[in-house]
């Protein structure tokens, strides 16, 4: 079963503009991760974002995280040609696997 | 990551047939993992191992068997493979000191035919 959900499944915006994507689990967490995926390749970790945590940066990214609502956004500005990719959030479950979304994939035009 | 290496990195069978994917690590971590992905999907995780004695199953495990013959080795088999184990696998490590962050390999892409 997948944990997360992310929204949407695929954004196309141009280059310089900011990228939004969201995310929404099912159970309580920990922490919740987003990840890079650039086309047929290995999953990248971008940022860590723990469960008494509300925002959290890392360069251009901006990851939020709102356990009431039991979701996440994140938020990459100024985006470049080479953020084009999918971008997966993971969360922990109770037997310390990571559960996956399926993702939103993300197109970046010059 | 260029410390987790997969191989092979592309692979054709054919239905019934045993076949080995392959994962090694240069970054020390005790605890490895499979998971396969499918078009337009998020990973699933097939076995995860938190250290060379210790094997567990993941989401979809059935069809799938794993060894963990060193640290830093740990081994995906099929045992006689079925096309709908068509997909991308990925192998990724992580370090229980350091936190949950996992890094993985570059992939196997396996075709059943």
């Known amino acids: 079963s997948q944990q997360g959900e992310e929204d949407p499944q695929a954004l196309s915006i141009q280059e310089g503009e900011n990228a939004t994507m969201n995310c929404s689990y099912k159970?309580?967490?920990?922490?919740l991760q987003w990840y890079r995926q650039n086309s047929g390749r290995g999953l990248v970790h971008l940022i860590l974002i723990r469960s008494n945590e509300r925002e959290k940066h890392s360069g251009r990214l901006r990851v939020t995280l709102d356990t009431s609502k039991k979701s996440s956004s994140l938020l990459i500005t100024a985006s470049r040609a080479a953020d084009t990719a999918s971008y997966f959030c993971?969360?922990?479950?109770?037997?310390?696997?990571?559960?996956w979304g399926a993702g939103t994939k993300l197109i970046i035009k010059p | 990551d260029a410390d987790v290496t997969q191989t092979p990195r592309n692979r054709i069978t054919k239905t019934g047939k045993r076949i080995m994917l392959e994962c090694s690590q240069t970054k020390g971590h005790d605890r490895m993992y499979w998971y396969r992905q499918d078009p337009g999907l998020g990973l699933r995780l097939i076995y995860y191992?938190?250290?060379?004695?210790?094997?567990n199953k993941g989401e979809i495990s059935d069809g799938y068997s794993v060894s963990r013959q060193a640290q830093a080795k740990f081994s995906l088999s099929l045992e006689s493979a079925i096309p709908n184990q068509t997909a991308l696998y990925f192998c990724?490590?992580?370090?229980?000191?350091?936190?949950?962050?996992?890094?993985f390999g570059p992939g196997t892409r396996l075709l059943v035919l």
């Open positions: 993971a969360t922990f479950d109770s037997n310390y696997q990571l559960i």
């Open positions: 159970t309580s967490i920990n922490n």
């Open positions: 990724a490590t992580s370090d229980r000191l350091a936190g949950e962050t996992q890094y």
């Open positions: 191992s938190f250290d060379v004695k210790d094997i």
